[in-house]
């Protein structure tokens, strides 16, 4: 599969996903949501990894859930964040019960989402400049009851 958002590669048995919307601060929208479903679970699947090392370009590691296209799908931001986050949930549910050991290499602020994403890892490198936040009532979402 060909990726727009992230990259993935294999090399020496370490499959590399790099979030690649630094533009975004690596908010996560619907097409990222997809690919990391898809790397996850093509990394799950090749007998070659022995261990997957999950990064990102750019100054934040993940910015959370990408408000801007919430805020641009209108009405439809309900139907919208389920697609996301069923794609997303499938992706950290591959990322915790791997076979192989997942890194995460966090630098600037692993927020809402991305905070939830480096929870499914096995381990996390962090530099001095990692932040983790849920950030969530930050930006005025909250759970329903």
């Given at each position: 599969?060909?990726?727009?958002?992230?990259?993935y590669?294999?090399?020496?048995?370490?499959?590399?996903i790099?979030?690649?919307r630094?533009?975004?601060?690596?908010?996560?929208?619907?097409?990222?949501a997809?690919?990391?479903?898809?790397?996850?679970?093509?990394?799950d699947?090749?007998?070659?990894?022995?261990?997957?090392?999950?990064?990102?370009?750019?100054?934040?590691?993940?910015?959370?859930?990408?408000?801007?296209s919430?805020?641009?799908?209108?009405?439809?931001?309900?139907?919208?964040?389920?697609?996301?986050?069923?794609?997303?949930?499938?992706a950290?549910?591959?990322f915790?019960?791997?076979?192989a050991?997942?890194?995460?290499?966090?630098?600037?602020?692993?927020?809402?989402?991305?905070?939830?994403?480096?929870?499914?890892?096995?381990?996390v490198?962090?530099?001095?400049?990692?932040?983790?936040t849920?950030?969530?009532?930050q930006?005025?979402?909250?759970?329903?009851?």
């Open positions: 599969m060909e990726f727009e958002n992230l990259t590669e294999v090399s020496d048995g370490v499959a590399r790099t979030l690649a630094e533009k975004a601060a690596n908010a996560i929208n619907l097409a990222l997809k690919e990391l479903m898809h790397a996850a679970a093509q990394a699947e090749d007998p070659s990894v022995r261990a997957v090392l999950v990064g990102a370009r750019g100054r934040m590691f993940c910015a959370g859930g990408d408000l801007g919430f805020k641009d799908s209108g009405d439809q931001v309900p139907a919208l964040l389920k697609e996301i986050t069923t794609h997303l949930h499938a950290l549910s591959s915790a019960r791997m076979r050991p997942v890194i995460g290499a966090v630098n600037g602020a692993a927020a809402g989402a991305g905070f939830s994403m480096v929870c499914a890892f096995d381990y490198i962090a530099s001095e400049a990692a932040k983790f849920m950030a969530y009532t930006v005025g979402l909250g759970c329903r009851a």
